[in-house]
Antibody
Framework: EVQLLESGGGLVQPGGSLRLSCAAS????????MSWVRQAPGKGLEWVSA????????YYADSVKGRFTISRDNSKNTLYLQMNSLRAEDTAVYYC????????????????WGQGTLVTVSS | QSVLTQPPSVSGAPGQRVTISCTGS?????????VHWYQQLPGTAPKLLIY???NRPSGVPDRFSGSKSGTSASLAITGLQAEDEADYYC????????????FGGGTKLTVL
């Protein structure tokens, strides 16, 4: 059974940093691309970032480019999202999700999702 | 404001059929990119409902179906049940945006 468990969320001040983790199990982690999607309170879903199975290719939404870094440790079956220069508008539940391919292609589907971790940016 | 437009809300009585539209343009759905649909029950994470325009993952009832034509896609739910009350999101890609995915604004389905 595929399981994705996010952690690392919390309260952080504007301009601060936070690193999210997503522990994966139930599938061969290194064989699949992964993605982060966020949802602001009471709002819709926003695609944030994606990374290929090897970690060699990464992609970002304009809203986070230059501030967020996606990475993975295939030896630990773990996906990361390093978030720097955080703003109030980054407040959201962050979900990690699995892509059913080793590479990230336009319009790739997200076949399994974690339960999410809440990030609150406030002073 | 997403490039994929969904109605904010739809409703239907138990047993009825409802459809949710996802309207795009020539830079996304109309360019041939796949559309996927997700169901988000209250207080839970999204779940894949339809992938590749019209395919159901294992375990998704055949009451749910997807279609795509031109610059739009649709999700149809037949035999509406109380447990279908949820938010529904379409997802695709838009060549005018950075990143590799874009979601519609979401549609709240109310079962009357």
């Amino acid at each position: 059974e595929v399981q994705l468990l996010e952690s690392g969320g919390g309260l952080v001040q504007p301009g601060g940093s936070l690193r999210l983790s997503c522990a994966a199990s139930g599938f061969t982690f290194s064989s699949y691309a992964m993605s982060w999607v966020r949802q602001a309170p009471g709002k819709g879903l926003e695609w944030v970032s994606a990374i290929s199975g090897s970690g060699g290719s990464t992609y970002y939404a304009d809203s986070v480019k230059g501030r967020f870094t996606i990475s993975r440790d295939n030896s630990k079956n773990t996906l990361y999202l390093q978030m720097n220069s955080l703003r109030a508008e980054d407040t959201a539940v962050y979900y990690c999700a699995k892509v059913p391919l080793s590479v990230v292609v336009p319009a790739a589907t997200l076949d399994y999702w974690g339960q999410g971790t809440l990030v609150t940016v406030s002073s | 404001q997403s490039v994929l437009t969904q109605p904010p809300s739809v409703s239907g009585a138990p047993g009825q059929r409802v459809t949710i539209s996802c309207t795009g343009s020539s830079s996304n759905i109309g360019a041939g990119y796949d559309v996927h649909w997700y169901q988000q029950l209250p207080g839970t994470a999204p779940k894949l409902l339809i992938y590749g325009n019209s395919n159901r993952p294992s375990g998704v009832p055949d009451r749910f179906s997807g279609s795509k034509s031109g610059t739009s896609a649709s999700l149809a739910i037949t035999g509406l049940q109380a447990e279908d009350e949820a938010d529904y999101y379409c997802q695709s890609y838009d060549s005018s945006l950075s990143g590799l995915g874009v979601f519609g604004g979401g549609t709240k389905l109310t079962v009357l």
